[in-house]
């Protein structure tokens, strides 16, 4: 520090209206380039931790696929041991109650036409294969039937149960900047 006549005089100076707005104006938009990037972060982050498990269960997804297959197909010729005629009642029962089941879900869905066209066309099945089909294609039909039946009504079940969320951290931390924002440039009373 300089003393001149008496009085302290700093050696720099105090910076201007320019210089302090120019320096709020670099911290904003470091700010806001650091606000947009934490979704990214927190994005990629979520999926790292998450790649090497998606790996073990894509390999489990796999072999669990080919374990059904020959289940099925084990299942199938179990199921052809059954006599002719009672396949085809089992058959012909497990389309019916099919459509009926399918009529009820187009009617909740407002989409009767084609839950009842469907429902037709299941019920086909089981009549032309009560009359017509061997043992064999029977007891597949029945079994493809069956998983069919299983299978809708598991995929169903977890898309009502399935949520989707985004990346919950940035959402919070947005509305917190949002609210801080407001307070100190409202004022304290701004809600």
């Known amino acids: 520090m300089r003393v001149v006549s008496g009085t302290v005089a700093p050696v720099y100076e105090r910076p201007g209206y ?21 979704p990214r972060q927190e994005i990629a982050e979520i999926l790292a931790a998450n790649k090497r498990a998606a790996m073990w269960l894509g390999i489990a997804a796999g072999l669990a696929f080919m374990t059904l297959i020959t289940l099925v197909v084990l299942l199938i010729a179990l199921v052809a041991l059954i006599p002719r005629d009672w396949l085809g009642v089992l058959v012909l029962a497990l389309s019916v109650g099919t459509a009926f089941a ?28 009560f009359l017509w089909l ?39 931390s947005m509305k917190e900047t949002v609210q801080w924002a407001k307070q100190r440039l409202l004022g304290r009373s701004a809600s």
């Open 102 to 129: 399918l009529f009820v879900l187009g009617v909740r869905a407002k989409a009767i036409v084609p839950a009842f066209i469907g429902g037709i066309v299941l019920i086909a099945i089981g009549v032309a294969a």
């Open 134 to 172: 061997p043992e064999l294609v029977l007891a597949a039909l029945l079994l493809t039937i069956a998983l069919a039946v299983g299978t809708g009504a598991m995929g169903y079940g977890g898309y009502r149960r399935l949520e989707l969320h985004g990346p919950t951290r940035t959402i919070k």
């Open 18 to 38: 320019r210089t302090l707005l120019g320096r709020i104006r670099e911290n904003v938009r470091t700010y806001i380039r650091k606000q947009l990037e934490l």
